[in-house]
């Protein structure tokens, strides 16, 4: 179904420049489609789910798709019927991702592509081959093994705690809103173990030590690349996650500057020759003096809009990469924050150390430059669709997420959180 049928509005851009198509409407792709579209790139929005597309609302969308069939199949019939030769595509999902990348030839032949083929982006999708190269470049990883044996010998092995995650995460996350489960005890494992092999065979599992601390441990390499040189980076660090004690996702995030993070990012991404625009995500670990690599986002992540505070707008940047700019080294400007308004809402009231949180958010929109996730004075109604989205299907999500995994979790959010 495609609830526009042309392009509405009127584009500041020059009728030569390419346009961009963002493949997901959720708050990740509103980032995109302001950073894009307020610069005059007619940018349209493509979705297969509506319950958590917002995107379709700002004023720079100019062309809103709730594509019911292949998206593949989507993107290749309209670039032909519209003529979309040298647009960029941009995935906001590892779905989105995995498509891109497995289709990568066919659709490379109309569009200039964010994503890298398949043979990069393996590194990303797949934690199994994340961490094996990690390990190959001396980079420190988490201790992990495989789930693929009989539980109650894998159990044996264990020292908990532990936490019980996907290697492929769009095989999981999409069923059940959440990215990792934790055990603390053999009856927890048994059980865990269980309620994943309900979305995953066993070699998709993964066990893994749960390292001490919480979002304030995390650390995150972000960057945008050409054929495996970074020519932009920013470091953040996660302040605040919801839920708190296991978090999802980040709600607020600052920049920050640490050399090791920096330094093993790029060694990462340098080693598969990542080009696209990417997250490395860290965790310190208290317990050895030790950054371990968690994951990698081979897309814009939940709070990319924060290079746009910090003075790099990494969504800008690889637009004009992918139209034939020259990618140029871009140093941060300016010390930043993002906030996840709802979520980071909830994470503060519900803290034990609340006096505090709110001081550090009170000090951080006096001292750095504060990007909001969705709401923006001068394209509001986003943000507000939002609010009703939550309100509406927040308890129907909140069930979906239990019924599955009972016993786990008793304050999920009210709504999908995407990272």
């Known amino acids: 179904m495609d609830n526009m049928n042309q392009p509405r509005g009127s584009s500041q851009r020059d009728a030569k420049s ?16 302001r950073s894009l579209g307020a610069r005059g790139v007619e940018t349209w929005v493509v979705d297969t789910d509506r319950s958590a597309s917002i995107a379709r ?47 990568h030839e066919s659709l490379s032949s109309i569009y200039k592509l964010t994503t890298p083929p398949i043979e990069v982006t393996r590194f990303a999708l797949d934690k199994r081959l994340t961490y094996r ?16 044996g009989p539980p109650d010998e894998i159990e044996k092995s264990l020292q908990y705690p532990v936490i019980l995650k996907p290697a492929i995460n769009h095989h999981f996350f999409p069923h ?58 920013l470091v953040a660090q996660r302040r605040r996650q919801y839920p708190v004690e296991f978090g999802n996702a980040s709600s607020f995030v600052e920049t920050t500057r640490q050399a090791v993070v920096e330094r093993e990012g790029r060694r990462f991404l340098e080693s598969i020759e990542f080009d696209g625009m990417v997250e490395v995500e860290f965790k310190f670990d208290p317990r050895d003096g030790r950054y371990k690599i968690l994951d990698v986002n081979a897309r814009p992540w939940g709070w990319h809009t924060l290079t746009r505070g910090a003075g790099a707008d990494f969504a800008y940047l690889l637009w004009q990469q992918k139209v034939g700019g020259a990618p140029r080294s871009v140093p941060m ?87």
């Open 57 to 103: 609302f700002s004023k720079y969308t100019k062309r809103y798709i709730l594509a019911k069939e292949d998206p593949y199949q989507w993107l290749l019939r309209e670039g032909h019927q519209h003529r979309l030769n040298g647009w960029v595509v941009f995935p906001v999902t590892d779905y989105f991702v995995d498509l891109l990348a497995h289709h």
């Open 333 to 419: 400007q300016h010390e930043a924050a993002w906030l996840r308004e709802i979520t980071d809402f909830l994470a503060i009231a519900k803290s034990p150390r609340r006096g505090a949180e709110i001081r550090a958010l009170l000090k951080a929109v006096r001292e750095r430059r504060l990007t909001l996730a969705t709401f923006d004075l001068w394209d509001p109604i986003p943000f507000f669709a939002e609010l009703g989205l939550w309100a509406f299907q927040g308890p129907a999500r909140r069930r979906k997420a239990r019924a599955p995994l009972a016993g786990y979790v008793d304050d999920l959010a009210p709504g999908r959180i995407v990272s």
């Open 133 to 148: 190269r990690a390990q190959e470049l001396g980079i420190a990883t988490p201790w992990t093994r495989l789930g693929d």
């Open 176 to 233: 059940t809103n959440l990215k990792a489960l934790p055990a603390s005890n053999a009856s927890e494992f048994q059980q865990r173990y269980a309620q994943m092999r309900k979305y995953l065979p066993p070699e998709e599992i993964l066990i893994q030590e749960r390292i001490p601390g919480d979002g304030e441990n995390q650390f995150s390499l972000c960057a945008v690349c050409e054929k495996g040189r970074p020519y932009a980076t």
């Open 18 to 33: 390419p346009g961009a198509i963002v493949l997901g409407g959720s708050f990740v792709g509103l980032g995109l489609v």
